[in-house]
């Protein structure tokens, strides 16, 4: 027999050990009910649908999930979604409009920051915290501060 679908919307659907959450991404509140142990990365792509966050190794190492949580870069795939209720969320969907590109994004384009693209998400993400954390002046800084965010087509001089 078939199941049939929820009368609710997807993100409000509860199912058993569904716990709420209240996050705030982009701009626009998402208030949800997931399974307490759904990382952020998993929210944002499988439950609110925003896929510009990439799901790369799934531990930490590459940065592909990079996105802003109160201003400063994480992790995602290493972050419960619950750790952040209340939360302000930015994805790289935020960061400009389909018309005006942020500066960072134009930047990556004018200079060819990117191959297949896969990493460019969490590398413009770090980019732009980077501008607002404490950097040394040399070029140095700037790699240490990159450095947790891997492009394995090898396209850092462009970046």
Do not use: W
């Amino acid at each position: 027999m078939a199941q049939q679908p929820s009368a609710d919307p997807p993100e409000m659907s509860g199912r058993d050990g569904a716990v709420p959450v209240a996050l705030r991404i982009n701009g626009k509140n998402h208030r949800l009910r997931i399974d307490p142990r759904t990382t952020l990365l998993d929210c944002l792509r499988e439950t609110i649908a925003l896929t510009g966050t990439k799901k790369g190794c799934d531990h930490g190492q590459c940065g592909a999930c990079t996105v802003h949580v109160n201003g400063r870069r994480v992790n995602s795939c290493l972050r419960l979604a619950l750790m952040h209720d209340g939360d302000e969320i930015t994805t790289i969907e935020g960061l400009g409009t389909r018309g005006a590109l942020h500066p960072m994004q134009a930047a990556f384009v004018e200079h060819d920051g990117y191959q297949c693209g896969y990493c460019t998400s969490g590398q413009i993400m770090s980019a732009v915290a980077l501008l607002k954390e404490p950097c040394g002046p040399d070029d140095a800084a700037v790699k240490e501060l990159m450095s947790g965010n891997i492009c394995r087509c090898g396209a850092y001089p462009n970046i």
